[in-house]
């Protein structure tokens, strides 16, 4: 199942299935299974969490400026809750933005874990020039079990160049994160891959990049299939989806020509 969004995510939440993880087709004929209600009402990088109840748990971008993401939970992927939205980058001064929230259920923990990328004005001066139009990102995080209550925003992961659009996912006996180094001076736009034995971290150096030289890319998405891990990403600027396989998250082969979406 592959969350998506179209446009600048106006009309919510779509929804794709694939049989391989390679040819990947729209489900309800392309139409929106979730419109947006919170924020500035938009459905920016969806990311699905199925937990340990049972329920499919939602987050998501609002909006461009909003310093908090979308939540909403649903049995069914069909009927969905009210939308909240977890203003939990508000009390930050100077955070200028929340984007690309993930979430993910810490069995160490028993907790969900949510992150995403923000900046915040005045950290990281070293990367202050680094970005387009003044954007440094960082990646932030929160927690919560019930949805409810949510552990104040806090530090995540500090690579040391500007990322953002991480995500997590269990790997052997510990987890795998991939990020986008953000970096536009000179320009980066590339993938990376950080370790962890537990996910709240510590977290190891970013590596070396991925993915193909001189292409830039960003949002990437990893799924298990078969003895592999697939890591997909958007393209942008060629306007279309990659796919990079691996199985040890350090060699890599460029799927993409085989990937249909």
Same mark, same amino acid.
């Given at each position: ?7 600048? =995510?106006? +009309?919510?939440? $779509? %929804?794709?299935?694939?049989? +391989?993880?390679?040819?990947?087709? !729209? ?20 990311? %699905? ?7 499919? #748990? ?6 461009? /400026? ?6 909403? $939970?649903?049995?069914?992927? %069909?009927?969905?809750?009210?939308? +909240? ?8 001064? /100077? ?5 690309? !929230? ?5 069995? $160490? ?27 440094? #990102? ?21 690579? /040391? ?43 190891? !150096? ?12 960003? =949002? ?9 891990? $697939? ?16 199985? +040890? ?13």
């Amino acid at each position: 199942l592959f969350s998506y969004f179209l446009g600048n =995510g106006e +009309d919510g939440l $779509h %929804l794709a299935w694939s049989e +391989d993880g390679l040819s990947w087709r !729209p489900l309800g004929e392309g139409r929106s299974f979730m419109a947006p209600a919170v924020g500035n009402k938009l459905v920016r990088d969806p990311c %699905l969490c199925l937990g340990p109840d049972g329920v499919f #748990h939602l987050v998501w971008t609002t909006g461009w /400026g909003d310093r908090g993401f979308g939540v909403a $939970h649903s049995a069914d992927l %069909l009927s969905w809750s009210a939308q +909240d939205f977890v203003p939990v980058m508000a009390e930050t001064p /100077g955070a200028k933005n929340c984007w690309a !929230p993930e979430i993910i259920w810490d069995s $160490h923990a028993e907790r969900y874990l949510i992150y995403w990328s923000s900046t915040v004005e005045g950290r990281f001066a070293e990367t202050a020039a680094s970005g387009d139009e003044g954007w440094n #990102h960082r990646i932030y995080r929160t927690a919560t079990r019930d949805f409810r209550t949510y552990e104040p925003a806090a530090l995540f992961y500090e690579p /040391g160049f500007n990322c953002i659009d991480a995500t997590i996912a269990p790997f052997g006996d510990g987890y795998v994160m991939v990020l986008k180094d953000e970096t536009r001076h000179p320009p980066a736009k590339n993938l990376r891959v950080s370790f962890a034995e537990r996910m709240d971290g510590p977290w190891s !150096p970013a590596s070396e990049p991925f993915t193909p030289a001189a292409l830039w890319v960003e =949002g990437p998405s990893i799924l298990r299939v078969g003895e592999f891990r $697939h890591v997909y990403f958007d393209a942008y600027t060629q306007r279309r989806y990659g796919l990079m396989r691996t199985r +040890d998250f350090r060699t890599f082969e460029d799927l993409s020509d085989r990937a249909h979406f």
